[in-house]
Each structure stands twice: as structure tokens, then as C-alpha cells.
């Protein structure tokens, strides 16, 4: 990378850590940084301004989500997702939203069926706006708003999993022309079903919004890899 501004951290914010985890994870999504592209630590420290071992917590976190390896002899790159591993990620998603959703529709509380139609609106909102991070950190927190409500734990641990794995997709797919439309549709529909109470109508509409999700990610990546061959 060249060129890259320095971004300081806020000391008297959250821990430093985190914070470099959250900037460093953005760029991934975001397509700063490519995929099987080294992270240079001493790169790492002059950008965000912090000591060697915050970069190395933080490459550790990103690790642990499937965004880094630590290949040996050339050190922490990004991880590069093959359509293998897109697709079975994706067919697990799809059981574990469509699960989310359901229990949703069977458990929440009218509290939490509050919440959810306005983290809806403000997905929307974060669309309308653009600028990927802002859109991603708002569907994060309608899945939030979901996974409460569905109230099973098991699955909120194993689906922020597969969302951390997928987040480099979920940054492309939602940049693919025309997907803003219908990823917004999709999302209304499970809000609907879900806060409706209609556990059938709230699986297969997270059903849908996944299968959509993962046809738009498959082109993407034979899009690159056919991109890849003729370089």
C-alpha cells in the first residue's frame, strides 16, 4: 500500500486495540488491502499511529475472524477466500438466518420487534447516505436486533462467525450494481415476517435474502477469478 493517509486512534476512547481492529477490518471489507496482500507491521504502526504490539493483538483478532493468516516466512496477509469456501459458508448462513429469523418470530418481544423495524429503517438510512462501512456497521446491528430476539446464543456465536468469514463478500455484493435495491426489499421482507410473528414466512424470507446474497458473491468471484487468468 502506498500513499495511505495516517489514521490516528482516539486514546481516551475504546481500548486501542479495538480500535485498530475496526479500522484495519474496514480497510479488508472495504478493498484497501487484497486479497493474499501482506499487512506490514511497521506499515500497520505509522498508519494508525500505535506501537508494534497493538498491531500484532490486532492482526491476532483479525486472524480469528478469517480475515488475516499468518502464512509462514511472509507473516500476517489477507485472506483470500476461494468459491469453495464461499459456497460452503454461504449454505450454512443460509440455515443459521433462516433459524435467526423463525425464532424471532417465535420468541421476541414486542421490545425487540421495536428495535428491529428501526434498525431496519436506519439500514435504510446508512443505503440512502452510501459509504460502505457506515452500511455494513448498520446491517451488523440489525442482525443484532434479530439474533436478540431469536434468543438462542448457539447460533449467535456460530452466525457472527460466518459473518466475519463472509464480511469481504458482503463488502462486494452490496457495491454490485442494482444489489442496494434488492438487498433493502429483502431485508423489508424479513422485518415484516419476523415482527408479524410468522416463523414459516420469517425463514423463508432469510432463505431468499441469502441465496441472493450468495448468487450475486459466486459471479463475483468467477468475475475475478476469470480476471486472474488472463493477467
Not at 171 to 187: I, K, N, W
Request: glycine share 6%; aromatic share 4%.
Amino acid at each position: 500500500m502506498v500513499g495511505v493517509p495516517q489514521e490516528r486512534v482516539h486514546r481516551e476512547a475504546a481500548p486501542l486495540r479495538t480500535q485498530v481492529v475496526g479500522l484495519l477490518r474496514d480497510a479488508i471489507v472495504g478493498a484497501e488491502y487484497a486479497p493474499g496482500e501482506r499487512l506490514i507491521e511497521r506499515a500497520m504502526c505509522e498508519r494508525f499511529d500505535v506501537s508494534r504490539t497493538v498491531v500484532r493483538e490486532a492482526l491476532r483478532q483479525l486472524e480469528s475472524e478469517g480475515l488475516v493468516d499468518m502464512v509462514p516466512h511472509r507473516g500476517p496477509v489477507v485472506a483470500t477466500l476461494t468459491a469453495v469456501d464461499a459456497a460452503s459458508l454461504y449454505e450454512v448462513r443460509e440455515v443459521l438466518e433462516a433459524l435467526a429469523g423463525r425464532s424471532f418470530a417465535e420468541r421476541a418481544t414486542a421490545a425487540q420487534k421495536a428495535t428491529l423495524k428501526r434498525r431496519m429503517k436506519a439500514f435504510e438510512a446508512a443505503l440512502d447516505r452510501g459509504g460502505l462501512p457506515a452500511i455494513l456497521a448498520a446491517k451488523d446491528a440489525f442482525y443484532d436486533a434479530l439474533l436478540d430476539g431469536a434468543g438462542n446464543e448457539v447460533v449467535r456465536a456460530t452466525l457472527l462467525g460466518v459473518h466475519a468469514r463472509t464480511s469481504m463478500l458482503r463488502g462486494m455484493t452490496l457495491q454490485a450494481p442494482g444489489r442496494s435495491v434488492h438487498t433493502r426489499q429483502e431485508l423489508r421482507e424479513i422485518t415484516e415476517a419476523a415482527t408479524s410473528g410468522d416463523p414459516a414466512a420469517a425463514w423463508a424470507a432469510c432463505e431468499r435474502h441469502v441465496r441472493s446474497a450468495a448468487a450475486v458473491a459466486m459471479e463475483q468471484l468467477r468475475d475475478a477469478t476469470a480476471v486472474a487468468g488472463t493477467a
